[in-house]
């Protein structure tokens, strides 16, 4: 059973950087046949990708992000971290992990993600 989980912590002071990990259980993020994406939703509006990595560890990033954003990934753990840096209030969000077998982007639908995580509240505050 494939199962994601996303860590961080919930609270971000302005400028700092924002660092969250998703744990994979049920599959290895190294299986060639998969793409792992972050993606949030800042409180009331859409889903927006944010950037994936792939099983060999190649990243793409949306660009409106991409100055701001590094995924990176420990097979040891079987975990994928992203790290978004100079945060505003405008990332508070939601941020969730999710598997597919299409190549991400902003314009993937939802239901292209077979699997995701439960979620993780993220606010930006000092």
């Known amino acids: 059973q494939v199962q994601l989980q996303e860590s961080g912590p919930g609270l971000v002071e302005p400028s700092q950087t924002l660092s969250l990990t998703c744990t994979v259980s049920g599959v290895r993020i190294t299986t060639s046949t998969y793409f792992w994406s972050w993606i949030r939703q800042p409180p009331g509006k859409g889903l927006e990708w944010m950037g994936y990595i792939t099983y060999s560890g190649s990243t793409y990033y949306s660009p409106s992000l991409k100055s701001r954003t590094s995924i990176s990934r420990d097979t040891s753990k079987n975990q994928f971290t992203l790290q978004l840096s100079s945060v505003t209030p405008e990332d508070t969000a939601v941020y969730y992990c999710?598997?597919?077998?299409?190549?991400?982007?902003?314009?993937?639908?939802?239901?292209?993600?077979?699997?995701w995580g439960q979620g993780t509240q993220v606010t930006v505050s000092s």
């Open positions: 999710a598997r597919s077998r299409a190549k991400p982007g902003p314009r993937l639908p939802r239901y292209e993600y077979d699997y």
